[in-house]
């Protein structure tokens, strides 16, 4: 019996979900990606109301493969990373060996060599568990190989090792690199080839990582477009980037299995804990290239960049600032940097951080805590003034460039709304997709007690929601009903309560005909209204819920 008609077998005896996922195969055989994209997220949604995790991650990676193949690397790595998830819940090694190894291609694709090591031990480890993996460790040895590069870069900016040298020794490891890629590909391949149906083992459908497009052909990705707000900001007519900055291309090698549909045998070995990728250890290259670029042109003070959403993190002159004098030094930088659009008086300072103080004591604390500061900073730039004292007032240093997340963020919605507006919806689209991009997570979210980082939290969350919102109804309004899907899901993700997004899911699934599962959306919405808050839902939502679903 052949591989395809155990595949055939196995949807007949698996449900609906597998019928899908199977017509999503047919149309990846014959390179029709968007139907198959559409059909899998289908399927998705079938697997999830099934609790069918084997048959998720399945769907959640072939979206991603298929967004991956198009060039969208936001969307592919969002369902590239749920899948994985899937995958660890279904206690499948295989699959998670198989998601890690296309999360390892992505890192590679943007020059992140310590993320795609982590992955690549994550796929070893997986594959192993089942002995599916390529012979002689090729994977871990890539993954070696990767730790490697990454060591070497680090000892560049740390300032121990001379740039030629770093630049001949990682050229020296780049295609023993590929090789061992190109060899893991190889193997996987072959042993498809080889491959039939048992009753040992379930057969389903599968297909595996098409190759790398060419950096060129990526839709710009978050680090270039980091570099190209840097760019707009320290020098308005930087010429571009040279094109050496790239990540390299490993097409062929990391592309690991071909881009056509094919059968792979699944098992039932135990789970394997969920990867933690490392913090980055230094900002993008290219925010580093143009800062570079503007000290040798102009003599500007290095730059500074800053991540307030999610894990906040600082970089100087491209790096990581992880050590801190003091930790009432660090959140006086934060606030420093939320406020700096106007310098703050010193007794504001007092008043915030040492209220509970006497006035004196609180000022020489302040002091001390501002000495702690500027002495962080000039450990990495010595003859750099970051925090500037004026008038009895405080402020970031506004003589040097800098680059804040959250600002660039509001940037990038408030043009948003101005395409909106003007009716160009496109641009519009990209400049939502920026802002969403930004939002790493909640504003300064190591620091939720805080009492003044409350409130633009709020703010930054449901503006982040509103941008969602409205990027899901203008592919709910051109028929995209997997994508708004996908955009709603992410809302919720980030607010559980959210109505809108329970809405316009709800109006997705009636919209394809899948009416069990606008009513389970509406009864996880009631729940989750419920459970929250203590609330049911508003009148506007059930009304629409009784004209689209239940009158159905």
């Given at each position: 019996m052949s591989v395809r008609d155990d595949r055939q077998r196995w949807v007949v005896e698996h449900g609906s979900g597998w019928m899908v996922y199977e017509q999503a195969l047919t149309q990846i055989d014959q390179a029709s990606w968007q139907p198959a994209l559409a059909l899998l997220a289908k399927a998705e949604t079938i697997f999830r109301t099934e609790n069918d995790d084997l048959g998720l991650w399945r769907a959640l990676l072939g979206q991603a493969l298929l967004h991956w193949r198009a060039g969208a690397l936001v969307p592919s790595v969002a369902r590239a990373l749920a899948a994985l998830q899937a995958a660890e819940t279904s206690a499948d090694c295989f699959g998670v060996g198989c998601v890690a190894w296309q999360l390892a291609n992505m890192a590679l694709g943007q020059g992140d060599y310590a993320t795609a090591a982590e992955y690549l031990n994550r796929a070893q480890m997986g594959l192993d568990a089942v002995e599916r993996a390529p012979p002689g460790g090729a994977l871990a040895a890539a993954a070696q190989l990767c730790s490697e590069i990454t060591r070497w870069r680090q000892a560049s900016t740390r300032g121990q090792i001379d740039q030629r040298q770093v630049e001949a020794a990682i050229a020296e490891i780049r295609p023993e690199l590929i090789a061992r890629l190109v060899q893991a590909a190889t193997a996987m391949r072959t042993a498809q080839r080889g491959e039939t149906g048992s009753g040992a083992a379930e057969v389903v459908g599968m297909f595996f990582p098409p190759a790398l497009p060419d950096s060129a052909a990526l839709r710009p990705a978050v680090g270039m477009r980091l570099a190209r707000w840097w760019q707009h900001l320290i020098s308005g007519d930087a010429p571009p980037l040279d094109e050496e900055s790239a990540p390299i291309s490993v097409a062929g090698a990391t592309g690991v299995f071909g881009g056509t549909a094919t059968e792979i045998l699944t098992s039932d070995p135990p789970s394997i804990p969920p990867p933690t990728p490392a913090a980055p250890e230094t900002a993008p290259a290219q925010v580093h290239a143009l800062i570079e670029q503007r000290q040798m042109t102009t003599g500007h003070s290095p730059g500074l960049a800053v991540y307030c959403f999610g894990n906040f993190r600082s970089y100087l002159n491209d790096t990581l600032v992880e050590r801190w004098e003091s930790a009432r030094g660090r959140a006086l930088f934060k606030y420093l940097v939320a406020r700096r659009a106007t310098p703050v008086p010193k007794e504001v300072l007092g008043?915030?951080?040492?209220?509970?103080?006497?006035?004196?004591?609180?000022?020489?604390?302040?002091?001390?805590?501002?000495?702690?500061?500027?002495?962080?900073?000039?450990?990495?730039?010595?003859?750099?003034?970051?925090?500037?004292?004026?008038?009895?007032?405080?402020?970031?240093?506004?003589?040097?460039?800098?680059?804040?997340?959250?600002?660039?963020?509001?940037?990038?919605?408030?043009?948003?709304?101005?395409?909106?507006?003007?009716?160009?919806?496109?641009?519009?689209?990209?400049?939502?997709?920026?802002?969403?991009?930004?939002?790493?997570?909640?504003?300064?979210?190591?620091?939720?007690?805080?009492?003044?980082?409350?409130?633009?939290?709020?703010?930054?969350?449901?503006?982040?929601?509103?941008?969602?919102?409205?990027?899901?109804?203008?592919?709910?309004?051109?028929?995209?009903?997997?994508?708004?899907?996908?955009?709603?899901?992410?809302?919720?993700?980030?607010?559980?309560?959210?109505?809108?997004?329970?809405?316009?899911?709800?109006?997705?699934?009636?919209?394809?005909?899948?009416?069990?599962?606008?009513?389970?959306?509406?009864?996880?919405?009631?729940?989750?209204?419920?459970?929250?808050?203590?609330?049911?839902?508003?009148?506007?939502?059930?009304?629409?819920?009784?004209?689209?679903?239940?009158?159905?």
């Open positions: 008043e915030q951080f040492w209220g509970d103080s006497d006035p004196e004591l609180a000022r020489r604390s302040l002091h001390q805590a501002i000495y702690c500061l500027r002495q962080t900073f000039k450990r990495i730039a010595p003859d750099t003034l970051i925090i500037q004292f004026a008038g009895d007032r405080y402020r970031i240093n506004p003589h040097i460039a800098i680059w804040v997340d959250c600002e660039e963020f509001s940037r990038a919605i408030e043009q948003a709304h101005t395409y909106d507006a003007t009716g160009e919806i496109e641009l519009a689209l990209r400049a939502y997709a920026l802002a969403v991009d930004l939002y790493g997570g909640e504003f300064l979210e190591e620091d939720r007690y805080e009492q003044w980082t409350a409130e633009p939290r709020r703010t930054y969350q449901a503006v982040y929601l509103e941008a969602l919102h409205r990027v899901a109804r203008h592919h709910y309004e051109r028929h995209d009903y997997p994508t708004a899907i996908i955009v709603c899901q992410h809302a919720l993700a980030c607010e559980s309560c959210d109505e809108e997004a329970h809405r316009l899911l709800i109006a997705c699934y009636v919209a394809q005909n899948l009416r069990h599962l606008a009513v389970r959306q509406y009864q996880t919405c009631v729940t989750a209204l419920k459970t929250e808050l203590g609330l049911t839902p508003s009148d506007e939502l059930q009304a629409f819920y009784r004209r689209v679903v239940a009158s159905g």
